[in-house]
Every structure is written in structure tokens, then in C-alpha cells.
């Protein structure tokens, strides 16, 4: 990559994180480009030498977000360790990029309500892959006889569901910091399945 393609890639991404505490303050459909623009000290034509419109903003944000999450859990299914281990590190990491990416990690909640057509699908397909990761592992810790035998399904809906509903309730002021949270919902989620 280029130093100029760096330098675009880097205010995409500060671009991207903006964006996404507008859409998060005042939701997909009450925020304005301008808005976003204004918040970035920039004309809202330079936004959109970035980005097509708001729905690409938006699906930007997914993707950044996919990206990492599913470069993370796999380079976790890859390690040489106990599927017990690698569930722990999965929700650990997950529960780290929702509390540190907050407002990019809220506003892709409900992919359906806000895409249709090719950015929908590639969505929902990452999306997909993404959980099945969880599959996985659950799988595994079930074939190895560390985990009950459970309904791997329900299991991984439980526990993304579980994480995810830390963005209703999660404050930056609150008493535990996103680690103690983090080994907190571990703890709490390995309890589920092991054994």
C-alpha cells in the first residue's frame, strides 16, 4: 500500500469512527451527512469523496467492524489450544471490540432494517461466518469432551446474544473496566457449557 493510500485508509477510519457517533447519537435515519461532516470539520463534499452516501458510510462501518471481529476469532480457532481456551479468548475479544468500539459496534445491530440488495448479503454472509466460528469451537469442546453436549445453535445465539446486549447497558463511568467485564462474561458463559 502506497503512502497515499495509507493517508486515505487512515481518514476513512477516522471518517468511519465519527460517522458512527453521529448515527449512534441520533440514529441511521436522523442523522445527516452534514451532521457528520460538521462533526469532522469537514465540508460534507469531502465525505463524499469518501463515501457514496449515508447507506455506504454505513455499510463501511459493518464491514470494519466484520473484519476485525472475524480476523480475531480466526486467528483464535488457529492457536494451539484446549477449545475451552479459545472459547474464552472468543468472547473475551468480542466483549473488548464492543466496549471499545462502542458506537461503531451499536449501530450495526439490525443489518435488515438498513441495507438491502448486494450490502445486505455480503452482511449477513460475513455475519454468518462469524458465528459459525462459534459453532466451531462449541463443537470441538464438544467432540474433545470438555463441554456438555449441548445445542450448538442455541448455545452460540445464547452467547452472542449475551454480549451483545452489553451495548443496552454499558457506561465508560461505570465501577468495572472492560477487562474485569470481559473476565466477568467469560467466566460466566464458559459455566454454560463446560462440563
Not at 54 to 77: A, F
Amino acid at each position: 500500500m502506497s503512502l497515499r493510500e495509507k493517508k486515505i485508509e487512515k481518514k476513512k477510519q477516522e471518517i468511519l469512527r465519527s460517522a458512527a457517533e453521529v448515527l449512534y447519537e441520533k440514529g441511521y435515519h436522523g442523522a445527516t451527512m452534514e451532521e457528520i461532516a460538521s462533526r469532522l470539520l469537514m465540508t460534507k463534499g469531502s465525505v463524499y469523496y469518501y463515501f457514496k452516501n449515508k447507506e455506504d458510510l454505513l455499510y463501511q462501518v459493518h464491514m470494519v467492524i466484520i473484519d476485525i471481529s472475524l480476523q480475531t476469532i480466526e486467528e483464535i480457532m488457529a492457536r494451539d489450544q484446549s477449545p475451552t481456551e479459545k472459547l474464552r479468548d472468543a468472547i473475551v475479544s468480542h466483549i473488548e471490540l464492543a466496549i471499545s468500539e462502542k458506537p461503531m459496534f451499536a449501530i450495526i445491530d439490525n443489518p435488515d432494517q438498513t441495507f438491502s440488495g448486494e450490502h445486505l448479503q455480503e452482511i449477513v454472509k460475513l455475519r454468518s461466518k462469524y458465528a459459525h466460528c462459534f459453532d466451531d469451537i462449541l463443537k470441538e469442546g464438544v467432540e474433545k469432551g470438555e463441554f456438555s453436549k449441548i445445542d450448538i445453535k442455541l448455545t452460540r445465539m445464547i452467547i452472542l446474544g449475551a454480549m451483545n446486549w452489553i451495548q443496552q447497558w454499558y457506561s465508560p463511568d461505570g465501577e468495572r473496566s472492560k477487562e474485569e467485564i470481559a473476565q466477568t462474561f467469560s467466566e460466566s458463559l464458559l459455566k454454560m457449557v463446560l462440563k
